[in-house]
């Protein structure tokens, strides 16, 4: 049996799991990212992919764009700061484990487990969203994974929904994932923890937030269905 390592880092945790050939997970494990500093966050990467002790053929990473897929590094994401802007981080994991990495956009990564496996097997035209500590998305047109001329396509987090609102990371305003991450959820209920959703959800508690969250949330998709003419939108993520 041969194996392979997916490995998906959020801006906020980063997830590590052990895969056989028939996309089953193995093992996997979860811990939190050091969003300052990458060499932290691949040393237990590392450690991650040695207490597997299988033999691992390659390894599958995501992370929140953008990226160069071609030279495998991290851009300007703006949940990750100072020494990940600029990485080489296919290289960077290949020094330290010996096998080759290969590098997606981690909403792009969506699309392929959604098509191979999951919701979209039959469709030919979708759009995958997926909500973390930012908003990324994967495009799917005419049966091909759509990346654009410079693999920036799927950037719907940084779609202004407010041009004189909230000032984001990349330097826009009204940034999309500013009211509908969860990160924005989290700071907008004072920093309740997005896994309690019978809470956040909870119109009787939120009724304010919820009508608010689902405003925003309906103009991204709005712009979305209008731009792509398609009927098929899968959301992703904790929320």
Known sequence: MKYAVAIDIGGTNTRVALIDEKYKIEERTQFSTDADNPEVTLFKIKQAID?????????????????NLIEG??????????????LCITKELEKLIHKPVYLENDANACIYSEKIL?????????VVISIGSGIGA?????SHLHHG????????????????????????????ELYVSEIATEEELNRVSTKEL??????????????????????????????????????????
């Not at 590094?73 to 802007?85: A, D, M, S």
């Not at 019978?198 to 991204?220: A, C, H, L, T």
Request: proline letters at 3%; one cysteine or more.
């Open 51 to 67: 207490s597997f002790d299988k033999e691992i053929v390659g390894v599958g990473m995501s992370c929140p764009g953008p990226l």
């Open 149 to 176: 001329n410079n693999n920036l396509c799927g950037e719907f987090g940084h779609i202004s929904i407010d041009y004189s609102g909230k000032k984001c990371n990349c330097g826009n305003r009204g940034c999309w």
């Open 73 to 86: 590094k991290i851009l300007t994401t703006p949940n990750l700061h100072g020494e990940w802007h600029g």
């Open 138 to 142: 994967g495009v799917y047109i005419n």
């Open 198 to 239: 019978s809470f956040i959800f909870d119109k009787e508690q939120n009724k304010e937030f919820v009508e608010k969250y689902i405003n925003f949330f309906s103009i991204g998709l709005s712009n979305i269905l209008l731009t792509f003419d398609i009927n098929n939108i899968i959301i992703s993520g904790n929320l």
């Open 118 to 126: 999951g919701k979209a097997q039959k469709d030919e035209n979708f």
